[in-house]
């Protein structure tokens, strides 16, 4: 989508972090914002940052993991603005544990929130974008632990694994109909997503403590120090403009990554010529 004046993003989790910035960016491009998130003081507060930014910059709280609110948030969006022609399915969230403690709750809430709160944005916004046929761009965003398994057995890799996934089968299928399609899969972004319990819903139980002196929160505190000297996300949210401007599926900001990917698919490379044998 070449031009982004005049036109209508929607961005989940966008009261904070990464989904924050892309507010801030499409609004700087001239472009109507909705933000929906479920911090609701966070989200007046992103809001009123943003009110003399761009054109129009509005907020509606929404849970993303709840089909019914996410469709909610995008009539608010069409009642405010009229049509929407870009979707950012950013919201996300990250739990720790090791392979034999992460809870099912845990599991649950981070596939809901960052597998099923993309699905829930696509379900809500294609038929809409679809009919009113002025173009309309997603972004789904995944994250380097989509691309490579360094995580390890987490539910996070797994979420964003399964965003790649269905963002590569989305593309393939409203490339015809004029949609672009982009996942984002940054690798660390200097963000809150390490207190991303701030925000984790009632019905998946008490957020699990970790043994302070468990190898879980080991790599816990590690990634909090690589999340504080992480990219800065208005960096990340400029790459993304560009991508959707260039209609460009793959949205990565960390070449420094390219070893790990490559050490992956040499090793399935490798076994592809095995069994060619
Ligand atoms: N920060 C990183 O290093 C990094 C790296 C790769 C990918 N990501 C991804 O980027 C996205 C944005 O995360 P971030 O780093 O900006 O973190 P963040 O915690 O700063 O922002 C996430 C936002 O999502 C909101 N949110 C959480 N649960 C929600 C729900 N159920 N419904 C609606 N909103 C909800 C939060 O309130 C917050 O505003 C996530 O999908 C995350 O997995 C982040």
């Not at 099912?104 to 696509?122: A, E, K, Q, S, Y």
């Not at 949609?179 to 008490?206: A, K």
């Not at 403590?209 to 080991?218: E, F, K």
């Not at 208005?234 to 401007?245: E, S």
Request: charged letters at 20%; one cysteine or more; hydrophobic letters at 45%.
């Amino acid at each position: 989508m070449r031009e982004l004046a005049g036109k209508t993003a929607f961005v989940t989790g966008g009261a904070g972090g990464i989904g924050f910035e892309l507010g801030r960016a499409f609004a700087q491009a001239r472009m109507n914002v909705m933000l929906a998130d479920i911090e609701t003081e966070a989200l007046a507060a992103a809001v009123k940052s943003l009110e003399n930014v761009g054109p129009d910059v509005r907020g509606v709280v929404c849970d993303v993991a709840d089909p019914e609110s996410v469709e909610r948030a995008a009539k608010a969006s069409y009642e405010t603005f009229g049509n929407v022609h870009v979707v950012c399915n950013n919201a996300g969230v990250a739990a720790g544990g090791g392979i034999d403690n992460i809870s099912l709750d845990n599991w649950r809430w981070v596939l809901d929130v960052n597998l099923m709160g993309v699905l829930h944005g696509i379900r809500s916004f294609l038929p809409h974008i679809r009919a009113h046929g002025e173009g309309g761009h997603f972004v789904n965003t995944a994250s380097m632990a989509g691309m490579q398994g360094g995580l390890g057995f987490s539910p996070y890799g797994a979420s964003k694994f399964a965003v790649v996934s269905m963002s590569e089968g989305l593309a393939a299928q409203v490339r015809p109909l004029g949609i672009g399609v982009s996942v984002l899969c940054p690798s660390f972004v200097r963000t809150r997503i390490g207190e991303s319990g701030r925000n984790r819903q009632q019905r998946y139980g008490p957020t699990p403590s970790l043994d302070p002196n468990s190898p879980a929160a080991a790599v816990v505190a590690e990634i909090a120090s690589r999340l504080q000297a992480g990219l800065d996300p208005a960096a990340v949210a400029a790459r993304v403009l560009d991508a959707i401007r260039d209609d460009e599926l793959y949205v990565f900001t960390h070449p420094n990554m390219r070893e790990e990917v490559d050490e992956r698919f040499a090793a399935i490379q490798a076994a592809m010529d095995k069994a060619g044998r």
